[in-house]
């Protein structure tokens, strides 16, 4: 399965993956409009093989297959108050 791999330009380090090239008529309005312009990057095949940095594929695979497109957010940064950082103090 191919996938368009968009940049969104106004949100940092979030991703749109599209069925159809350029078809971004799959995306709901609101999406569209807090995603603002988007930028292509990738066409990428989604083979059950491929492993992707941080999305997983198979739910890739879903979503475009249902839906026409994914999006991928940001990482979440952890709270540095709840990690285990290793001390005994």
Known sequence: ????VYK???KPDTYVYLADRDDFSRLP???RTQMGALQFVL???LTPE???A???PEVVRSNLAGRGFHIQFPPTMADPMTEDWG???
Do not use: C
Not at 1 to 4: C, G, K, P, Q, S
């Open 43 to 45: 066409e990428v095949e």
């Open 29 to 31: 309005e609101p999406v």
């Open 8 to 10: 969104s330009l106004r």
């Open 87 to 89: 001390t005994d103090a």
């Open 54 to 56: 941080r999305a997983n």
């Open 50 to 52: 491929r492993k992707l």
């Open 1 to 4: 399965m191919l996938a368009y």
